[in-house]
């Protein structure tokens, strides 16, 4: 009987060293990532990713090209909504350790080829990092610890509006770390929550009738040889939430006379200044393609001049029959 025992002991011996565990992997999260507006949001360390290596005397384990990766989990909702993964993105922060490997190099985000560029998220496997050669492998050492934390970042737009609610969408990732073969060493799952608070719209653009009509006259030769000016006090004001562009084109690229005569709409030059700062805003010269003579972050009231003028000098006007030429511009404001 007792040699059946001691026939026993050394058997359950041997299973527990044939398994040996190089690599231990934990991972959790850092609290919620809240957006308040169409401006998106950032939050600073959501996610931390810890690797422990121990030295097991697996002298047959190759760890010399790992790699790290990362995939949603079902789906990022909030039980009514479903929102798009690859409109949150994670960022590398920062990397802490506790030891270096056998060759006593560094651990750092370029030393273990980390991936510290905006990493989508995505339902298929996502590297943090590929084929790493800093080798992980300890055979005269006996322990290293690695903890990476990321920060999530979502992306700005009016899109946002459709998916806020009161209710915190669930984020949870799957996090495995693999050998150069492919052979899974170690798997977490991490979850954080993302609350989009409701967003609501408020933005518009009004211009002063008084800017609506614009009248540039050759009406001397002094007009011709130094070109002509018209400027609009307050123009227009804008009011906006979120961050916003003004764009603006004509309909067609000529200005047409009275007896079918026309002139290039881009000979006349707009340029838009903040009314209270003189800030330049933007300068264009007119054409049927939309320009952009704006883009603002979120305001209260603003108020803008215009300016429309001729390049001193311009062929263009020379010897053109007298009369009025017109044509129509549209102003067109957009949040971003």
Same mark, same amino acid.
């Given at each position: 009987?007792?040699?059946f ?14 398994? #040996?565990?190089?690599?231990?992997l ?5 609290g919620?990532?809240?957006?308040n507006?169409?401006?998106?949001a ?5 996610? =931390?990713?810890?690797?422990h ?12 090209r790992?790699?790290?990766? @990362?995939?949603?989990? $079902?789906?990022?909702t909030? $039980?009514?909504?479903?929102? #798009?993964?690859?409109?949150?993105k &994670? ?14 190099? %560094? ?5 273990l080829?980390?991936?510290t *560029?905006?990493? #989508?998220?995505? @339902?298929?496997?996502?590297f943090f990092?590929?084929?790493? %050669?800093y080798n ?13 934390? =990321? ?13 806020s609610?009161g209710?915190a969408?669930?984020v949870? &990732? ?7 073969? $492919?052979?899974l060493k170690?798997s ?10 409701p967003?609501?719209?408020?933005? $518009?653009?009004?211009?002063? #009738? ?6 540039l006259e ?18 227009f004001s804008?009011?906006?939430?979120t ?8 309909l067609?690229?000529?200005?047409? *006379? ?12 707009l340029?838009v200044?903040?009314?209270? %700062? ?9 054409s049927?393609t939309?320009q952009?003579?704006?883009?603002n972050?979120?305001h ?7 300016? @429309?003028?001729?390049q ?5 006007? =020379? ?10 511009l ?5 949040p971003?």
């Amino acid at each position: 009987m007792s040699k059946f025992l001691l026939a026993l002991f050394f058997l359950m011996c041997s299973f527990a060293v044939a398994q #040996p565990q190089q690599i231990g992997l934990n991972a959790w999260g850092g609290g919620e990532v809240v957006v308040n507006g169409y401006e998106g949001a950032t939050s600073s360390k959501i996610m =931390y990713v810890q690797m422990h290596i121990r030295d097991t005397n697996a002298k047959n384990t190759s760890m010399d090209r790992w790699s790290l990766t @990362y995939r949603v989990n $079902g789906t990022i909702t909030n $039980g009514s909504k479903t929102f #798009p993964p690859d409109r949150l993105k &994670l960022r590398f922060n920062d990397l802490t350790h506790n030891g270096t490997n056998d060759a006593n190099v %560094t651990p750092t985000a370029s030393s273990l080829m980390l991936n510290t *560029g905006l990493l #989508p998220l995505a @339902y298929s496997n996502s590297f943090f990092v590929q084929n790493s %050669t800093y080798n992980l492998n300890l055979l005269t050492k006996y322990y290293m610890q690695l903890t990476l934390s =990321y920060d999530a970042l979502v992306d700005s737009g009016v899109y946002l509006a459709q998916y806020s609610s009161g209710n915190a969408y669930n984020v949870s &990732l799957t996090i495995e770390v693999r050998d150069k073969n $492919g052979v899974l060493k170690g798997s977490e799952v991490v979850t954080f929550a993302m609350r989009i608070v409701p967003i609501y719209s408020n933005y $518009g653009m009004i211009f002063d #009738p008084a800017a609506q009509n614009i009248s540039l006259e050759f009406n001397s030769a002094n007009a011709y040889v130094n070109g002509v000016s018209k400027t609009f006090t307050q123009a227009f004001s804008t009011v906006s939430s979120t961050g916003y562009t003004v764009k603006v084109s004509a309909l067609s690229n000529n200005l047409t *006379g009275s007896s079918n005569t026309v002139l290039p709409v881009n000979a006349i030059k707009l340029t838009v200044r903040d009314n209270a %700062t003189q800030a330049l805003k933007g300068a264009v010269n007119l054409s049927s393609t939309k320009q952009t003579v704006i883009s603002n972050a979120a305001h209260t009231t603003r108020f803008f001049d215009t300016t @429309y003028s001729t390049q001193p000098g311009d062929v263009r006007f =020379y010897n053109k029959p007298f009369g009025q030429y017109s044509g129509t511009l549209v102003f067109e404001m957009a949040p971003l």
